[in-house]
């Protein structure tokens, strides 16, 4: 396995609220993802990291900052949450350079945290 | 027009049938071509890549992608109850670098004992 987990599982909080979902992955591997995913959108890339402190955009970034100060750690920061934030997130990364699909270009996703904004 | 469409069915299939699921792309440059299975109320997991074109089979598991049709497919033979998830089709550019992932909306499927 690619050793990723997310945390928190499951969080509810109040509208204007700052939250912040952490993923952690034993593996070193370089770029790391953060999908939401929800019905009808599918998955939708807020924010990767392509390094330690190298991270840029996705589709859907308004309202989400990220932070990597270390390989294992990339953080998905909501400064002020929303109603329209509640979903589901999802880290992945990218590991093409070891283990079952050693040499792909494909991701490996962890179990997801499930955010509720009241 | 998305860049990968996936009919989001549900398909619902006995045991034992063949299930035939399918994404169509519009993106020439997709080089990776990925298939995910989700079950409920949990994360993505990778079943199978295929690089370019051409076959790939794991157990009762085969992907076939056809780039001159910008067509890709997963079969699933002799489907089993265990089955039943959504699938999601994912594409990808060549490695190196970033690379956009581009995923399918998923098909949900049903398969019935």
């Known amino acids: 396995d690619a050793g990723i987990t997310q945390s928190p599982r499951h969080k509810v909080t109040e509208t204007g609220t700052p939250v912040t979902l952490r993923c952690h992955q034993t593996e070193n591997h370089r770029y790391m993802y953060w999908y939401r995913q929800d019905p009808g959108h599918g998955l939708r890339l807020i924010h990767y990291s392509y390094g330690v402190k190298d991270t840029d955009k996705g589709e859907v970034s308004d309202g989400y900052s990220v932070s990597r100060s270390k390989t294992e750690d990339f953080l998905l920061t909501l400064e002020s949450a929303t109603s329209s934030q509640t979903s589901v997130y999802f880290c992945?990364?990218?590991?093409?350079?070891?283990?079952?699909?050693?040499?792909?270009?494909?991701?490996?996703f962890g179990a997801g945290s499930r955010l509720t904004v009241l | 027009q998305k860049e990968v469409e996936q009919d989001p069915g549900p398909l619902s299939v006995p045991e034992g049938a063949i299930v035939s699921l399918n994404c169509t792309y519009s993106n020439s440059a997709f080089q990776y071509f990925m298939w995910y299975r989700q079950y409920s109320r949990k994360g993505p997991e990778l079943l199978m890549y295929?690089?370019?074109?051409g076959n790939k089979e794991d157990g009762r598991f085969t992907a076939q992608v056809d780039k001159s049709s910008k067509y890709i497919s997963l079969f699933i033979r002799d489907s089993q109850p265990s089955d039943s998830a959504t699938y999601l089709c994912?594409?990808?550019?060549?490695?190196?670098?970033?690379?956009?992932?581009?995923f399918g909306t998923g098909t949900k499927l049903q398969v019935i004992p």
């Open positions: 295929t690089y370019s074109s």
């Open positions: 992945a990364i990218n590991t093409g350079t070891s283990g079952r699909f050693s040499g792909a270009n494909v991701l490996t």
């Open positions: 994912a594409m990808m550019g060549p490695s190196g670098g970033y690379q956009k992932v581009t």
